[in-house]
Every structure is written in structure tokens, then in C-alpha cells.
């Protein structure tokens, strides 16, 4: 989705990232494999970037338009990091990681609070205001960052070539096919994105915030009788989910550059997973983005990816139109 | 106030920027004519928006549709003005009533969610299929088109002329609708669409025929764009180009018949004035969003009305 | 004396809680039926199915010998049925005039002289006629409740279904109110929820009452107040109704 204007080529995901170049050289089995892979990566990181969306959703019932600028801005700042702090690209990406969730959550939160607090959260005048808040962030950073693509270099980056099994002459034999390769950080990023969820996942079952956090998504009143300072919830929630976002955007800067046009592509897939898993749902968002980010991965392969989507937004669409009960729930009408 | 007062000014409206047209300097001459295209979108979301209750986030593709149902017949085919103007208002019709079909099924966010994918699939068709539309680009429409009643329309002052004529036409309809039956049972549904239903009226039925009269008009808008201005391209149908039409009509004032000029007339200028200090004009579009959102909602004619004109139309 | 409307063995139930269960319902036309009971009755799950708010889970409905189990709301209205909600529902940001014209709008089209007619009779017969021009949501609770009788009237039903249409009226209003229904007698057949002893036994012909979702009882006013299972049925939940 150009979310305004068009980026000349910018695949603000992996799913862009297709090896058409290697089709020629490779069988179909390993091809499919490498598509998988590529998908695996992209469902991580948009597993982590939806659940931010749902959880949002699920405890504030409103729908954050902005958070794929909260992505762009983690890749930003995430640059904007490892190029001030020297000490070796790991340590860098380390602080990015740490730095840039916080900052971006903290500016969510402050949003929070100077603007949808005082909007009652009404659904659709917070939609409006979010869409506001999406210019300001993209063209602030079209200001400040510029228009280039900026790229952050990968703590480590080992190619690994993955071997292939096959049925030839002499019985089952392995051997490693021309192309058939990952690196050592896509692999990372899949594993950090599992971790990350996992902890989640944790966190809102387990600790004292966790449930908090769900209490309020239960019953706003019925909490705020409770003592549970609401207000105060909604704005970590909000910040939480904007933090997730921008660790998604950390983690996908050095396969992708930083763009200040990236977040609209991220946002529509975003909003894909989470409808289609359900909004405010962590599991479903989870089995969606999989499904989703596999999809993407295997069907750019024999379609073009724009069509692949455009299948993919009409189909969502008319998931809302003739599915509305199980998605967004009875409150969210 | 009765209703000789509305009718007078909205009426001099049209007569000053008739006058407009002999006095203003070039360069808002042209400025103004194309606000007067914009505002007919604007007056055709704000049907759907202000009166109605629907909040669409997919209108460039009603937009999109006029535009392009008129520019395709008249790049591939060489038709005239007025078949390619009515090919591009049909199109925006059969399109706002399929989708108001499916969309209204649904209300509220889901219905914004909804409007804003089926627009994205739209704009990504467009730009899919580069062998017929030239893809992100665009195409220039040819000049053979661009001619009416034997008046070149690349010319500024008919340009000028036709624009305030739909304008007008649209302007005048809309304060003719909104004080008819149906657009007062239109705002019954958008206050309370339950009691509506309990007085006997069909709100689907009722919601689909605002819905495709919006639809229409801001395919009438697309197709004059197009014509007038003699370019079509993705961008019209895009994100961006559903966002503008909520911006003006919020700025305007919702559900008032000159809200969405003010509204378009206002923005326009503040993006044209800040687009000549910085690329990141949409910066303020975004600004607007936020402040009219939170100390603004009823826009700047809907302020007039609260305070001083509770039965401005 | 002819029935308006009819229903046999009308049922709904939410998630397996039986609402209203095999109410069989007869209403002759103009008559003033009321239709009492305890909180929790079933009386306005019952009206909403009559509407057509609510689709019942099974059963019937008939309206002037046309069956309209399956009508959507906006045709049964179509018909000659209306409805005023229990929670006062009228336009807020519209004008008291506004309310009533698009009550009046669906019947009467595009003639305005006719409505602008329709809406100041029913205006008046409420005593609500000075204020036409002012905004509904202004007005006091009370004056919503006969806002929302005047929309009732200005649509002229064939049969008119008030959800407690006296409560949070003074006493005052009442006296009206009672007035304007006997006076509305002859032209049209009115069902009346109602919590008020003594609006249910000065208008109702007939009075039915509503028990955990069945008709419990039915009969004049009079032998309704000297009925043992009524009078059970109401102590039995210990509200506060019984000493009206």
C-alpha cells in the first residue's frame, strides 16, 4: 500500500526480498524451500509488529492508523543509533534494540495521553487523529532523516548453505544446491521474534501488568472501580504496542534500509494479520502472521507480489464484511 | 432564519466566484478553479461523511474511478468530452454501489477498514495492470478530448468556467437534497439509526442510495479533474487522496453544505503556501487532522452553525 | 370484533434462557390491552418480536391476517405498526419539530404542508406544541417520553405499542397522558407496557399478564387485581409494582 505518496522501490518488508535472480539455477524443492524461509522472516516480524496492533486493540478498542510509523520510526532510530555509537556493529545493535522501543514508546505513550486521552478513545474520531499523528511522524522524520534509504549493518551476518535431500542414482543423497543459502542474522531474527512473543505472552499471562492490562480490556468501569488507574493503563498499553512495532522495524533494518515511507506497507499487512486472526487476539495473530508471511513468501513465487496482495486486501476485506462477528468482537461495531 | 437568507448566501457564493473569474490574478485564478473541482469531492464525501454518518476511508476510489472511467475511454478509444465524462461518472456509480453492497453491511471502524482495503485494491489494480493504465506514471489525456461545446479546455478562463459550473450545479443539489426528505431521514440514520429503522425507514436501503449519490459525485469531481487538468494518474486514487476529502469536509464543517469548500479552500491554501518552505507539506495536513479532532469537531462552518445559525442547511 | 394482531406460540430464548416461551396472544382492534408483569417478565423481549427488533426463535406473528414472523422492522411500520422505545430514543441534536416530521415524512412524502400539519397536531395533543423549535435533547426527561408518544402518533399506526410510556412522568402528566390515550381509543388499537397500577386499570380493556416468559393471566382490569396468581406472581419477586 503506498500510505502517501510512493517510494521508488522501497519493499519496506522481506516479502520483497524474492530470489527470482536464483529460479533459474535451482529445482523447484529447494526454491520453495528458500521461499519459505524468506516467509519465515517475514512472518516474525510481522508476528511481532501485529501483536503490537491487537494489543492495543484488545485492551483500548481503538485502531492505531499510526503504528507502521512506529515501525519506520524503530528503523530509523535504529540507524540513527548504530551510526553515533561506535564499539563494533554488535554492541550498536545492541543499544538500537534497547534504545529505540523505549524512545518510540515513550513518544506513543506521550500521544496517548496529549491525544487520544482527550478523545475519550471514541473509536472513529481516534482513527482520524491517528491518521493525523501518521503525516505528522512520516513527514517530521521526511524533515529530519531525509528521503534517502539508509542501510544498518547486521551484528553478525554468516551465510549458511543449507543442504538439500534428493533421490538420485545411488539412494537418498544430501548436497548443497547453488543458492540455497540464509544468513545467520535472518535466522536470528526468526528466533529473537519467537522469544520476544513467548515474553509477551508471559508477561500478560503471568506478571502483575499482564493482568492489568487484561482486566481493563474485560471492563474498563469495572476496573476503574477497582482502583486500577485506567488512564494510566492505556497509556503503557499504548506504548507497549508502539514498542513492539519499533523493535519489528530494529530488527528488519539490516535486511531492509530505513525509509520514512516504510510504514505503510507494514501497516497493511499489519492490518491483514489482525483481522484476519481476529483482532485483539495474541494466538490468532500469531497463526495469522504465519500464515500470512508464509503465504506471502511462497505466492510471490509463482504470482506477482502485487497482485498477491491485492488478493490478499480484497480478501480481508470481505472477511470484515461477511465475518464481522468473530473479528472485531460486538464493541468495536 | 428563514430560508430566503440560506439560499442568498449560498447563492452569492456562486455569483462571487462567478466574479472571481474576471477579477482574480493569474495565478489564483487558477488556484481557485481547481479548488472548485475539490470541492465538488468534498461536497460529495461530506454527503455520504457529514450527513450520513458514514465514514469512508476509501473515497479515492470513487475519485479514482471517474477519473479514470473517463480517461481510459478517451486515451484508448479517442472519445469525446461528454462520453468520457459520463464513462467515468457510471463507472464511480457501479463501483460505489458494489461496494456499498459489501461495506454496508458492516458500520462504524469496521466500515472505515473495510472502504480503505477495497480503495487499496483499487489503487493496486491500477498500478498492476501498466499495459492498459501506464501504471504509477499515468497518462496525459489527449487534447482531442479536452475540447466542449467547441471551448478549449486547456485554455484557463473555460477551464475556470466549467469548473464553477459543476460546482455550482453540485453545490445547489446538495442544499436541494439535504432539506429533501431523503437527507433529512440521511441524518436520522446518523443520529440514531436504530429509531430511523422504527419509523419505518429501510437504513440499508437508505445508506446504499447516499452512498452511491457521494460515490457519483466524487466521480463527477475525478472525471473533471482529469478533463480539466488534463492528467490521470495512481496518486488520484491512492491513500492520500481518500484522506483529503475527511480533511476538508472536518475543516469545513461536516453535514453543512459549505463546509467542504471552506474546508478545501482553507487546506489548500495552507499546503500550497507551506509547500513552498518544505517537501514535508503533508506535515500539516497531519497537524489539521489532530487539532480539528480534538478542539475543532464541528469545523469551521459547523462552529458558525452551533453559535449563531442553528438552522444553516 | 376483529383481531389485529395474533401470535401463537411465540418463543425466544437467549443461550438457552427461555425469554418468552409459547405465548399465544390475540389483540381485538381498537382496544387499549396492557401488558404487565414482573421485571425480568419477558414484556419487552415480547414487544420486541411483535416489532420486529428481535427475531423470535420460533412461533408466529400475524398482523391484520398477513403473516409478519419474517418482516424486517421498517415494513411491519410500513404496515401500521408502531413502536415508542422504553428508553426514551428520540433525535438529540434535532428539533422536537424535526422528531416528528420524520415520523410523519414516511407516510405523508414530500408534501410539506401536510406534515408540517401532522407534526403540530401531534405536537399539541402531547402539550408540547410551544415547544416545536426547541432541540430534543434539551428538553426535560419527561418531555423526551412525550416527544417520543408524539412520534407515535404523527405515523397514524393501526397499532400503537408504548414501552412504559409514563414512567418519569409527574403526576400531572399522567392525567394527560391518560386522557390522550382514551381520546386515541377510537382511531387506533393501542398495547401498553406498564409498571403504573393506576394508568393499567383506569384505560386497559384487557389486561395480560407476563410470568417467567408465558401468559400467566389475562382478563378485565378488575379480575386481574382480585387474581390470586397475580398477586403471588408479583409478591413471589418481591418488586415493588404489587403496591401500586
Excluded at chain 1, 509463482?302 to 486486501?313: C, E, G, H, N, Q
Aim: proline letters at 4%; one cysteine or more; glycine letters at 12%.
Amino acid at each position: 500500500m503506498d500510505m502517501p505518496g510512493t517510494a521508488p522501490c522501497v519493499c519496506p518488508l522481506p516479502g520483497g526480498a524474492r530470489a527470482q535472480d536464483a529460479t533459474d539455477f535451482m529445482d523447484f524443492g529447494p526454491y520453495l524451500m528458500l521461499a519459505m524461509l524468506e516467509g519465515a522472516v517475514l512472518a516474525s516480524v510481522l508476528a511481532l509488529m501485529a501483536s503490537g496492533l491487537s494489543l492495543v486493540f484488545g485492551v483500548m478498542r481503538v485502531v492505531n492508523v499510526a503504528h507502521g510509523e512506529f515501525y519506520m520510526l524503530g528503523a530509523v532510530m535504529a540507524w540513527a543509533v548504530t551510526s553515533f555509537i561506535g564499539g563494533g556493529p554488535a554492541l550498536a545493535f545492541i543499544a538500537a534494540a534497547i534504545l529505540a522501543p523505549l524512545l518510540v514508546g515513550g513518544l506513543a505513550a506521550l500521544a496517548d495521553i496529549v491525544i487520544l486521552k482527550r478523545l475519550n478513545y471514541d473509536p472513529e474520531r481516534t482513527i482520524v487523529a491517528t491518521i493525523g499523528l501518521l503525516y505528522i511522524l512520516q513527514q517530521a522524520t521526511l524533515m529530519s532523516y531525509g528521503a534517502d534509504a539508509r542501510p544498518v549493518v547486521p551484528p553478525f551476518n554468516h551465510r549458511i548453505a543449507l543442504p538439500w535431500i534428493e533421490w538420485g542414482e545411488g539412494g537418498l543423497a544430501f548436497y548443497f544446491p547453488w543458492g540455497l543459502s540464509t544468513t545467520s542474522y535472518k535466522l536470528f531474527v526468526i528466533g529473537a521474534a519467537v522469544v520476544l512473543i513467548a515474553a509477551l505472552r508471559l508477561f500478560m499471562t503471568r506478571s502483575r501488568a499482564g493482568l492489568i492490562m487484561r482486566a481493563t480490556q474485560l471492563d474498563g468501569d469495572m476496573a476503574t472501580a477497582f482502583g486500577i488507574p485506567v488512564e494510566r493503563v492505556y497509556a503503557a498499553v499504548f506504548g507497549v504496542g508502539a514498542g513492539l512495532a519499533a523493535l519489528a522495524g530494529v530488527l528488519i533494518v539490516p535486511i531492509q534500509q530505513a525509509h520514512y515511507l516504510m510504514g505503510g506497507d507494514a501497516l497493511l499487512l499489519s492490518f491483514i494479520v489482525v483481522i484476519i486472526g481476529g483482532l485483539g487476539s495474541l494466538a490468532g495473530t500469531i497463526v495469522a502472521a504465519v500464515l500470512i508471511g508464509m503465504s506471502d513468501g511462497i505466492i510471490s513465487v509463482f504470482f506477482s507480489p502485487t497482485l498477491a496482495k491485492i488478493l490478499a486486501t480484497l480478501a480481508v476485506a470481505l472477511v470484515l464484511v461477511f465475518r464481522p462477528q468473530g473479528l472485531f468482537g460486538g464493541k468495536g461495531r | 432564519m428563514s430560508a430566503r437568507y440560506y439560499w442568498g448566501l449560498h447563492l452569492g457564493l456562486i455569483a462571487l466566484l462567478f466574479a472571481g473569474h474576471f477579477v482574480l490574478p493569474a495565478y489564483q485564478h487558477g488556484n481557485v478553479a481547481r479548488i472548485m473541482v475539490l470541492a465538488v469531492y468534498a461536497m460529495g464525501y461530506n454527503i455520504a461523511f457529514g450527513y450520513t454518518g458514514l465514514l469512508s476511508l476509501g473515497h479515492a476510489m470513487f475519485f479514482g474511478a471517474g477519473m479514470y472511467g473517463m480517461g481510459l475511454l478517451s486515451y484508448h478509444f479517442d472519445a469525446g468530452a461528454l462520453p468520457a465524462m459520463a464513462a467515468g461518472i457510471v463507472a464511480g456509480a457501479m463501483l460505489s454501489l458494489v461496494v456499498g453492497l459489501l461495506a454496508l453491511r458492516t458500520a462504524g471502524v469496521s466500515f472505515m477498514i473495510v472502504t480503505l482495503m477495497f480503495s487499496q485494491a483499487l489503487a493496486m489494480t491500477l498500478v498492476y495492470f501498466r499495459d492498459i493504465t501506464r501504471g504509477d506514471e499515468g497518462f496525459v489525456i489527449p487534447s482531442a478530448t479536452r475540447r466542449l461545446w467547441g471551448m478549449d479546455l486547456s485554455d484557463e478562463a473555460h477551464r475556470y468556467l466549467i469548473a464553477w459550473g459543476l460546482f455550482s450545479i453540485v453545490l445547489i443539489f446538495t442544499l436541494w437534497l439535504v432539506r429533501h426528505r431523503w437527507g433529512r431521514v440521511f441524518v436520522a440514520l446518523r443520529e440514531n439509526e436504530e429509531r430511523a429503522s422504527l419509523l419505518g425507514y429501510d437504513a440499508f436501503r437508505t445508506k446504499l442510495g447516499a452512498l452511491v449519490i457521494s460515490g457519483t459525485i466524487s466521480a463527477l469531481s475525478g472525471a473533471a479533474y482529469a478533463l480539466l487538468f488534463g492528467y490521470a494518474g495512481a496518486t488520484f486514487a491512492g491513500v492520500q487522496y481518500s484522506i483529503f476529502p475527511l480533511l476538508w469536509v472536518l475543516l469545513g464543517g461536516a453535514g453543512t453544505v459549505l463546509g467542504p469548500f471552506v474546508g478545501a479552500l482553507f487546506m489548500f491554501y495552507l499546503i500550497d503556501l507551506s509547500s513552498g518552505v518544505t517537501d514535508a507539506y503533508m506535515l500539516i495536513a497531519g497537524v489539521a487532522l489532530v487539532l480539528l479532532t480534538l478542539f475543532l469537531p464541528q469545523g469551521l462552518v459547523g462552529e458558525v452553525k452551533r453559535r449563531l445559525w442553528r438552522d444553516l442547511p | 370484533m376483529s383481531v389485529i394482531l395474533q401470535t401463537r406460540g411465540l418463543s425466544r430464548s437467549f443461550s438457552g434462557l427461555r425469554a418468552v416461551h409459547e405465548v399465544d396472544f390475540d389483540l381485538p382492534q381498537h382496544k387499549i390491552r396492557a401488558l404487565i408483569g414482573p421485571n425480568g417478565a419477558g414484556k419487552t423481549t415480547f414487544v420486541s418480536m411483535l416489532i420486529g427488533r428481535l427475531p423470535p426463535s420460533s412461533g408466529s406473528i400475524t398482523f391484520e391476517g398477513r403473516d409478519v414472523t419474517a418482516l424486517p422492522a421498517p415494513k411491519r411500520v410500513g404496515l401500521g405498526m408502531a413502536y415508542t422505545f422504553q428508553i426514551t430514543s428520540v433525535f438529540g441534536k434535532l428539533t422536537c419539530h424535526e422528531n416528528v416530521a420524520l415520523a410523519a415524512m414516511r407516510r405523508l412524502g414530500g408534501d410539506t404542508a401536510a406534515v408540517d400539519a401532522e407534526v403540530r397536531e401531534a405536537l399539541t395533543r402531547v402539550g408540547l406544541a410551544d415547544r416545536a423549535a426547541d432541540v430534543a435533547g434539551d428538553l426535560s426527561y419527561g418531555h423526551q417520553r412525550l416527544l417520543e408518544i408524539a412520534m407515535g402518533l404523527a405515523q397514524r399506526p393501526r397499532l400503537l405499542i408504548l414501552d412504559e410510556p409514563t414512567q418519569g412522568l409527574a403526576e400531572s402528566e399522567i392525567a394527560d397522558f391518560k386522557a390522550l390515550i382514551r381520546a386515541l381509543k377510537a382511531e387506533t388499537t393501542i398495547l401498553l407496557i406498564e409498571h403504573n397500577m393506576s394508568v393499567v386499570m383506569e384505560l386497559a380493556d384487557r389486561v395480560t399478564v407476563l410470568n417467567f416468559g408465558e401468559v400467566l393471566a389475562e382478563g378485565t382490569p378488575e379480575e386481574i387485581h382480585a387474581s390470586r396468581a397475580v398477586q403471588a406472581a408479583y409478591l413471589g419477586t418481591g418488586t415493588e409494582e404489587a403496591s401500586c
